[in-house]
């Protein structure tokens, strides 16, 4: 019992805040790093831009198909959306290559602290979980400055900009699309919750089962010595029926979350084109309007709710 207050308070780290965390690796990242994940940010901002003109440019092909500058404008676009697939390219680039860097990096420094520990650390420690720390929590970390605050980031962008798009270009199919974004949000809430604490169970479980077997088989001459193996046999297939249940949970939740999302968003976009299609008997909106708009309210709002999408 002692033992394993022991592990619990030599294994924990201390919490601290995400901020601390966010200022340790940006002044970790060497100047390379630094460089790709600026250009890296620079080159979604062109993307983003891009992603959201996309809308518009569709709605104006439409309303100009049997214009003379039809040909012209497609020309145009074509090279316009041709420059935003170049930044999507050179962003996954830099952002990848960082992410592989700095993640090596903070693995050799937490495996050289490893070996400058003293032994009464190891008497108390789990083996899985000094493994996971290198494994998974050094990804995730790394990741942090590069994957995570992009994703965010894009996310944010066509959320809000979107929003704004949508009101300047229809500010009554915008009240109606909008309606919907309070109910999205709370469930959005609610389910990325629950899948984040199934997430941190199965991180725990995970060190658990990883623990389980390094200790078994560094003293696998132990087992067979005592004739233990249909024991510890039950006892690992245990551990994987439990990671097996948990699994089916978080897919469980996962599940859910899109299909919330999915039945959210399209009752949204059938209430904007059952009222749309009034405006555009009346001639309040041209076709290319109404299409613009059914574009970005989609796009607006799924990419809102990513912002609190559960992860795996």
Known sequence: MDRHKSSQSIAKPTPISSLAVLRTLISFCSTNESLKILLGFVSLGVNSVTNLSFPS??????DQVNS??????????????????IASWIRVYCFGTATDSISSRLRQRLFESYLDKDMEYFDGASGGEMITLLE????EAAETLTETMASGARSLNSAVNGSFLLYATSP???AVSLSVVPLVGVGAMLLSKYTSTLAKRARSLQSETTSFCLERLSNLSTVKLNSREKHEKSLYKRYMDLNSA????????RGAFMAFINIATNTSLVAVLGYGGKLLADGSITPGVLTRFAIQVRDAQVDGCHCSSPGR
């Open 57 to 62: 440019m569709i709605g104006t092909a439409i």
């Open 68 to 85: 003379d500058n039809y040909r012209q404008f497609m020309l145009t676009s074509a090279s316009y959306f041709l420059v935003g697939s």
């Open 136 to 139: 998974d929590d050094v990804n």
């Open 172 to 174: 009554t199919l915008c």
């Open 246 to 253: 948990l699994s089916e949970q978080r897919c469980h939740a």
